[in-house]
């Protein structure tokens, strides 16, 4: 690490509403015969404008708190760039994408797919993904948390992707509970989605799962 700067200004999302990085870790690699720590070196910029304006929407605003998260995401930045591991970037993709999907924008209805994976489930920073196929109509979708097993019941089928969100029914359930039906689609089908792509088609519903 070659240092922290802070910046006064603030980084706001090109679209997203009262969305802000807080901080980057900006890395530039050195070639070098001996692949070491050496010869990657970065520095960490953040910006204090962002947190002062997400200072000001809130009183509980915790500024040691927020100051340590990303402090350490910055730096686990870093340490992947020495591993070559792109994990967090992933994350921070499918975290924009799930911004964008809250705010009704248009947004990669496959993000979570760059989720850590977290006993069976995609985690995007404190969201849970489930993907499974859709059913046939008539048969609910099994899941399972925290060593329990659920059931909701699909929609019928007709779009490419749906957001199940569980909004009750899981005894302890994290923020938010997604189960993400993935339509079937047969070689022609997806032939001409590569010859002719079109945006897919993408069902959002809140619903309640039961003990199964």
Known sequence: MDGLV???????HPTLPDVYTLGE?????????FEGPETTRSVVVL????????????????WEGELYETLTHELQHHLESLAAD???????????????????EPFDPFFFRHGLPADGWLRVEDEF?????????????????????????????????????????????????????????GWLDTLRSLIRPRP????????AARPA
Do not use: Q
């Not at 802070?6 to 706001?12: G, H, L, M, V």
């Not at 910006?47 to 304006?53: A, L």
């Not at 792109?86 to 009704?104: P, T």
């Not at 499974?132 to 089928?157: K, S």
């Open 6 to 12: 802070i910046e006064r200004s603030a980084k706001p």
């Open 25 to 33: 870790c900006l890395t530039e690699s050195y070639p070098s015969g």
């Open 47 to 62: 910006y204090y404008g962002s947190f002062f304006r997400l200072a000001r929407s809130g009183d509980d605003f915790d």
């Open 86 to 104: 792109d994990a967090l970037v992933d994350m921070d993709y499918a975290a924009d994408e799930n911004y964008k999907r809250y705010e009704g």
């Open 129 to 185: 993904f489930l993907e499974a196929p859709w059913p046939v109509p008539g048969i609910p979708v099994h899941l399972e948390w925290a060593g329990r097993t659920y059931e909701v019941d699909a929609p019928a089928p007709g779009a490419d992707v749906a957001f199940l969100t569980i909004d009750d029914g899981v005894h302890g359930a994290p923020a938010a509970l997604h189960v993400v039906l993935v339509a079937r689609r």
């Open 200 to 207: 897919a088609d993408v069902l959002e519903l809140d619903v």
